[in-house]
């Protein structure tokens, strides 16, 4: 524990699994808990400072590991979870999304080897500013689509019994609401404003939080082909990396291209949202892992 990097990590981990049961707790009774707010909130402080002391002993940005950039992620996931609670206080929120901040702190903490938690100088290819202007964009994606992605989630698992027809616009701000028909005697009509149901809530959140990721996972491909044609002469090299970066990115388009285009809401939408939660997986952990190509932060089970 002479780590402090470490010990903060552990210490977020520590507040990442109270939040857990306390968010199914509230989920139960169906109200907001401001304790698991704040238990986020002081996560998400931990995992700052935990940043930010790793970025003062290397002298550099702290995302060039997969430690590193797992802390990262684990931060904007719960920073992006923060605001997604402020839009919509609902305990559905945190029940869904804690899990994947929890997940991360937990791999990076103790699933690890050593070798790829220790700090190490950068490569010469990373000694850029594109460093972090690609790389905390591309993180921040990740971790607005995984949050997106799990509200979506929720939605296939959310009052299943019932037909979910979206009474908001497209965009989901704003909108409008279907109106009630109602008839009080002869030649009277009367009209209803009817409430968002949660299904409702939370299709439309993992819609904008969706959106949001897409945006910045578009600047952040543009940025990497940036800088790899500064780094290495060529603007794509289909390195295994680049190339499920551009299928994750065309999963999402395909989703925003179902609503916005096709007109689809509710459930549908949400199945192509798991399947980039999936992609999202595959391209951050896996192609990491294999060793192999340009990105790749080391082989997991080297010795």
């Known amino acids: 524990m002479n780590d402090p990097v470490f010990a903060l990590g552990l210490l977020a981990f520590g507040l990442l699994l109270l939040v857990l049961p306390l968010s199914f707790w509230s989920l139960s009774g169906g109200k907001s808990s401001s304790a698991v707010r704040l238990l986020v909130a002081a996560a998400n402080l931990c995992l700052t400072a935990q940043l930010v002391l790793r970025w003062w002993d290397s002298g550099h940005f702290p995302i060039?590991?997969?430690?590193?950039?797992?802390?990262?992620?684990?931060?904007?996931?719960?920073?992006?979870?923060?605001?997604?609670?402020?839009?919509?206080?609902?305990?559905?929120?945190?029940?869904?999304?804690?899990?994947?901040?929890?997940?991360?702190?937990?791999?990076?903490?103790?699933?690890?080897?050593?070798?790829?938690?220790?700090?190490?100088?950068?490569?010469p290819a990373l000694r850029s500013s594109w460093l972090v202007m690609h790389v905390s964009v591309i993180m921040l994606s990740y971790?607005?689509?995984?949050?997106?992605?799990?509200?979506?989630?929720?939605?296939?698992?959310?009052?299943?019994?019932?037909?979910?027809?979206?009474?908001?616009?497209?965009?989901?701000?704003?909108?409008?609401?279907?109106?009630?028909?109602?008839?009080?005697g002869p030649g009277a009509m009367a009209l209803s404003s009817t409430e968002f149901r949660i299904s409702e809530q939370l299709d439309s959140l993992s819609y904008r939080t969706i959106t949001v990721g897409f945006l910045l996972l578009s600047v952040g491909l543009v940025s990497?082909?940036?800088?790899?044609?500064?780094?290495?002469?060529?603007?794509?090299?289909?390195?295994?990396?680049?190339?499920?970066?551009?299928?994750?990115?065309?999963?999402?388009?395909?989703?925003?291209?179902?609503?916005?285009?096709?007109?689809?809401?509710?459930?549908?939408p949400a199945i192509v949202a798991v399947v980039g939660l999936v992609v999202i997986a595959v391209c951050y952990i896996g192609v990491n892992l294999l060793g192999i190509g340009l990105h790749s932060y080391g082989w997991f089970f080297d010795s």
């Open 224 to 268: 990497g082909a940036v800088w790899a044609n500064e780094a290495w002469g060529s603007w794509w090299s289909w390195d295994p990396k680049e190339t499920w970066a551009l299928i994750c990115w065309l999963v999402y388009a395909a989703y925003l291209h179902t609503r916005l285009i096709r007109g689809w809401q509710g459930r549908r």
């Open 143 to 184: 971790a607005a689509l995984l949050v997106g992605s799990l509200l979506s989630l929720a939605v296939l698992f959310t009052e299943r019994n019932e037909a979910l027809e979206l009474r908001s616009s497209s965009i989901g701000s704003g909108g409008y609401r279907q109106a009630q028909l109602a008839i009080d």
């Open 64 to 123: 060039s590991n997969l430690y590193e950039s797992l802390c990262f992620l684990a931060w904007g996931c719960t920073l992006t979870q923060l605001l997604v609670e402020r839009s919509w206080p609902s305990p559905l929120v945190p029940a869904a999304a804690t899990p994947m901040a929890l997940g991360c702190v937990a791999f990076a903490s103790f699933a690890l080897p050593d070798q790829l938690q220790q700090a190490s100088p950068l490569v």
